[in-house]
C-alpha cells in the first residue's frame, strides 16, 4: 500500500516542477547567453568584418575606408602568388590525407592490442599533436637544415644518398613541398590515430566472435567487417584534420615562409604576408575568405555525421 | 604442445607488430629525441660533419639551458605563456560551465542543434579572423599588450569547452538534481551543490585543455604582438629566435622541448575524453 505522505510529496514536486519549468527557460536563457555573446562578438563580428574588409579599400594604416565592391578580389586573382597558394594549400591538404588514412589505421590497429608499455608509446605517439606546433617545426627546421640536415647524414651513412648527394631539403621547391607535408602528416597522424583507436575499441567484441565463428580470414574480417564499421569515425578523423591542414600557417610560416620565391605560399601564409606584413588588409582578407567553402562543406559532412549518430 | 608452425606463425606476427611500433614511434617521436640530444651537446660537436651525430662526441654541456635562461627572454615568455593561460582558463570556465550545463539539461530539439553550432565556431581557424582582427586590437588599442591575447582566445577555448562540458554533464544522471530539489534546492542551487562537485574530473579536462590551446596557438600571436618582452613561448620561440643568420640550435631546441614535454604528458592523461568530445556521438 502506498503512504499517503508520499503521494502528496509526488504531486507536490510535480506542482513544484511545474512552476519550474517556466523558471527554468530563463534559467537556461541566462546561463547561455554569456558565452553565446561572446562568441558572438569574437567570431561572429571579425567574421563580419572580413567579409566587409574584402570590399573595402582598407590598408593597415588607413582611417577610413571605402566601399569599392570586387575590386580586392580581382586584385588578388590578378596575382600568379595566389594561385600558386591555392594550388599548395590543395595539394598539402589532399596528400597529408592520404597518408594520413593509411598510417593513422595501422597505427590504431597496432596500438588496439595489449602489450606492455603501451601507455609510454601512446604518450610518445601524441607528442607531434600536443605540443605546440611551432615549436615542433622548429624542430624539423633543425632536421631539415641546409648544413646538418640529421636525414642526409643518415641516408649517406646507409648508403641510400650518394657521398656528393646533399638535397637542400627547403631550399628547392619540389622538396621543400615534400617537407612541409612530412611535417603535416607527422602532426595529424596522432589526432586521427586516437580518434580511429577510440572506434575500433566501440566495436563490439560478438561482432569479431561472429566473423570468426563464421570462419573470416584476416583480410576479409578487416575489409567486410572493421573498415566498413569503422568508416564514419575515419571519416570524422579525416575531416578534423583535412581542416587543421588546410588552415594552417604555422608549418609554413616557420619552415620556408613560402620561400623560395613563393613557391611553397598556402591561402594562410599568402594571407598574412599580404594583410599583416604588406598592410593591405583588404587583400589579405580576400585571400583568407577562400578558406571558408572548405570550412563549409566540412560543418555540412560533420553535421550528418551526428544526425545519424543521433537517430541510431 | 603447439607445432613449431604456429609458433613461427605467433612469431612472425610479434615481431611484425613491433616492428609498425618502432617505425611508427620513430617517424614520430624522432624530432623531440633530437631536441633532447641537441640541447646537451657543445656548439662544436653540432657543427662537425665528419662525425656521427647520433653520438655525444663531446661531454654533454648544460651552455645552452644557460643561454637560453640568461640571455634570452625565454624565462619571461614561459611566465606570459602561463598568465595568459590562467586567465583564459578562469574566463573559459565562467562562460563554458553554466552554457554546456544548459545545453546538457535544456530540452527540445534546437539544444542539440544549438551545442552543435557551438562547436563548429571553434572550426573558424584563427587564419581567417587574424585580419579584422588585428584592426579592432589597434583601435582598442592592446598592441603588444597580453590584454589583447587575454581577450581573443577565449574564442576559441570557449566554444570547444562548452561543447566538451555538456558531454560530462548529459552523463550525470537528472536524478541527482531532482532529488536535491524535491529537498529545497533551486535548478541553479542544485547544480552549484550537487553537479558541480561530481563533475570535478570534467572542469578539470576542461582546464587542461583551454590551457593547452592557449599554449599551442601561434596566428594571434604573431599577428598582436611585436614586441619581445610580451611574446608567448610558441611566438617567441620561432620569431625572435629565429631572427638573423645565426641559429643557435642547442638553446632553441632546448626551448621547445622545455615547452613541449610536460604539458604533452598532463594532456596524455586525458586525451581520451578530448577524442570524446572530437567524435561527436559518431562513436557509440
Given at each position: 500500500m502506498r503512504q499517503p505522505g508520499a503521494a502528496a510529496k509526488i504531486a507536490a514536486s510535480r506542482g513544484f516542477r511545474g512552476r519550474l519549468a517556466d523558471n527554468e527557460r530563463w534559467l537556461w536563457r541566462l546561463m547561455l547567453a554569456p558565452a553565446i555573446l561572446y562568441i558572438v562578438l569574437l567570431v561572429g563580428f571579425p567574421f563580419f568584418l572580413s567579409l566587409y574588409y574584402s570590399v573595402s579599400d582598407v590598408t593597415v594604416g588607413s582611417?577610413?575606408?571605402?566601399?569599392?565592391?570586387?575590386?580586392?578580389?580581382?586584385?588578388?586573382?590578378?596575382?600568379?602568388?595566389?594561385w600558386t597558394a591555392l594550388k599548395n594549400t590543395l595539394i598539402i591538404t589532399i596528400v597529408t590525407q592520404i597518408f594520413v588514412l593509411f598510417f593513422a589505421n595501422i597505427l590504431a590497429m597496432a596500438l588496439s592490442v595489449d602489450f606492455r608499455g603501451k601507455w609510454f608509446v601512446r604518450l610518445l605517439i601524441l607528442l607531434p599533436w600536443v605540443a605546440p606546433?611551432?615549436?615542433?617545426?622548429?624542430?624539423?627546421?633543425?632536421?631539415?637544415?641546409?648544413?646538418?640536415?640529421?636525414?642526409?647524414?643518415?641516408?649517406?651513412?646507409?648508403?641510400?644518398?650518394?657521398?656528393?648527394?646533399?638535397?637542400?631539403?627547403?631550399?628547392?621547391?619540389?622538396?621543400?613541398?615534400?617537407?612541409?607535408?612530412?611535417?603535416?602528416i607527422w602532426r595529424i597522424v596522432p589526432l586521427a590515430t586516437v580518434i580511429i583507436l577510440a572506434g575500433l575499441t566501440s566495436i563490439p567484441q560478438d561482432i569479431h566472435d561472429a566473423a570468426q565463428v563464421d570462419g573470416a580470414g584476416f583480410w576479409r574480417h578487416l575489409f567486410q567487417i572493421t573498415?566498413?564499421?569503422?568508416?564514419?569515425?575515419?571519416?570524422?578523423?579525416?575531416?578534423?584534420?583535412?581542416?587543421?591542414?588546410?588552415?594552417?600557417?604555422?608549418?609554413?610560416?616557420?619552415?620556408?615562409?613560402?620561400?623560395?620565391?613563393?613557391?611553397?605560399?598556402?591561402?594562410?601564409?599568402?594571407?598574412?604576408?599580404?594583410?599583416?606584413?604588406?598592410?593591405?588588409?583588404?587583400?589579405?582578407?580576400?585571400?583568407?575568405?577562400?578558406?571558408?567553402?572548405?570550412?563549409v562543406a566540412v560543418a555540412i559532412v560533420f553535421l550528418r555525421l551526428a544526425r545519424r549518430a543521433e537517430v541510431t | 604442445m603447439r607445432s613449431p608452425a604456429a609458433r613461427a606463425k605467433r612469431f612472425a606476427k610479434a615481431s611484425g607488430h613491433a616492428g609498425l611500433l618502432v617505425?611508427?614511434?620513430?617517424?614520430?617521436?624522432?624530432?623531440?629525441?633530437?631536441?633532447?640530444?641537441?640541447?646537451?651537446?657543445?656548439?662544436?660537436?653540432?657543427?662537425?660533419?665528419?662525425?656521427?651525430?647520433?653520438?655525444?662526441?663531446?661531454?654533454?654541456t648544460l651552455e645552452h639551458l644557460k643561454v637560453l635562461f640568461e640571455d634570452t627572454q625565454y624565462l619571461q615568455w614561459l611566465i606570459n605563456t602561463g598568465a595568459v593561460g590562467l586567465a583564459v582558463v578562469a574566463i573559459t570556465l565562467v562562460l563554458a560551465v553554466p552554457a554546456g550545463y544548459a545545453l546538457a539539461r535544456m530540452t527540445g530539439a534546437w539544444a542539440q542543434t544549438l551545442g552543435i553550432a557551438i562547436f563548429l565556431t571553434y572550426l573558424v581557424p584563427p587564419t581567417i579572423l587574424f585580419i579584422p582582427f588585428s584592426r579592432i586590437i589597434a583601435t582598442l588599442g592592446?598592441?603588444?599588450?597580453?590584454?589583447?591575447?587575454?581577450?581573443?582566445?577565449?574564442?576559441?577555448?570557449?566554444?570547444?569547452?562548452?561543447?566538451?562540458?555538456?558531454?560530462?554533464?548529459?552523463?550525470?544522471?537528472?536524478?541527482?538534481?531532482?532529488?536535491?530539489?524535491?529537498d529545497g534546492l533551486s535548478r541553479f542551487g542544485a547544480f552549484v551543490k550537487v553537479v558541480m562537485p561530481v563533475?570535478?574530473?570534467?572542469?578539470?579536462?576542461?582546464?587542461?585543455?583551454?590551457?593547452?590551446?592557449?599554449?599551442?596557438?601561434?596566428?594571434?600571436?604573431?599577428?598582436?604582438?611585436?614586441?619581445?618582452?610580451?611574446?608567448?613561448?610558441?611566438?617567441?620561440?620561432?620569431?625572435?629566435?629565429?631572427?638573423?643568420?645565426?641559429?643557435?640550435?642547442?638553446?632553441?631546441?632546448?626551448?621547445?622541448?622545455?615547452?613541449?614535454?610536460?604539458?604533452?604528458?598532463?594532456?596524455?592523461?586525458?586525451?581520451?575524453?578530448?577524442?570524446?568530445?572530437?567524435?561527436?556521438?559518431?562513436?557509440?
Open positions: 582611417r577610413e575606408m571605402n566601399f569599392v565592391g570586387l575590386e580586392s578580389f580581382r586584385r588578388v586573382i590578378d596575382n600568379r602568388t595566389f606546433i611551432s615549436l615542433g617545426s622548429i624542430g624539423w627546421l633543425w632536421i631539415y637544415d641546409s648544413i646538418y640536415s640529421i636525414i642526409n647524414w643518415t641516408a649517406q651513412a646507409l648508403r641510400i644518398l650518394g657521398p656528393n648527394d646533399w638535397p637542400i631539403w627547403l631550399g628547392q621547391p619540389n622538396l621543400a613541398m615534400a617537407s612541409i607535408i612530412i611535417v603535416q573498415f566498413p564499421l569503422l568508416l564514419p569515425i575515419t571519416l570524422v578523423a579525416v575531416l578534423f584534420g583535412a581542416i587543421f591542414t588546410f588552415t594552417d600557417l604555422i608549418v609554413v610560416f616557420v619552415l620556408t615562409r613560402g620561400g623560395p620565391y613563393d613557391t611553397t605560399q598556402v591561402l594562410a601564409s599568402w594571407a598574412f604576408f599580404t594583410g599583416i606584413q604588406g598592410g593591405d588588409l583588404a587583400g589579405g582578407a580576400a585571400v583568407s575568405l577562400f578558406l571558408f567553402p572548405v570550412l | 617505425f611508427f614511434v620513430t617517424f614520430l617521436a624522432f624530432p623531440f629525441y633530437w631536441m633532447l640530444m641537441t640541447t646537451f651537446k657543445t656548439t662544436i660537436d653540432l657543427h662537425d660533419v665528419t662525425k656521427n651525430p647520433f653520438l655525444f662526441n663531446e661531454p654533454p592592446l598592441q603588444d599588450s597580453l590584454w589583447s591575447l587575454v581577450l581573443v582566445y577565449p574564442s576559441f577555448t570557449v566554444p570547444f569547452c562548452t561543447w566538451l562540458l555538456m558531454g560530462f554533464f548529459k552523463a550525470i544522471p537528472r536524478d541527482l538534481e531532482d532529488a536535491a530539489m524535491i563533475s570535478l574530473a570534467g572542469l578539470l579536462t576542461v582546464v587542461i585543455f583551454a590551457f593547452t590551446l592557449v599554449t599551442q596557438e601561434f596566428v594571434y600571436g604573431v599577428t598582436f604582438i611585436t614586441a619581445a618582452s610580451s611574446y608567448t613561448v610558441s611566438v617567441g620561440v620561432p620569431t625572435f629566435l629565429v631572427r638573423g643568420d645565426v641559429y643557435f640550435w642547442g638553446s632553441m631546441m632546448a626551448a621547445c622541448l622545455i615547452a613541449s614535454v610536460p604539458i604533452a604528458i598532463i594532456y596524455n592523461f586525458f586525451v581520451d575524453r578530448f577524442v570524446a568530445g572530437f567524435t561527436v556521438g559518431a562513436v557509440k
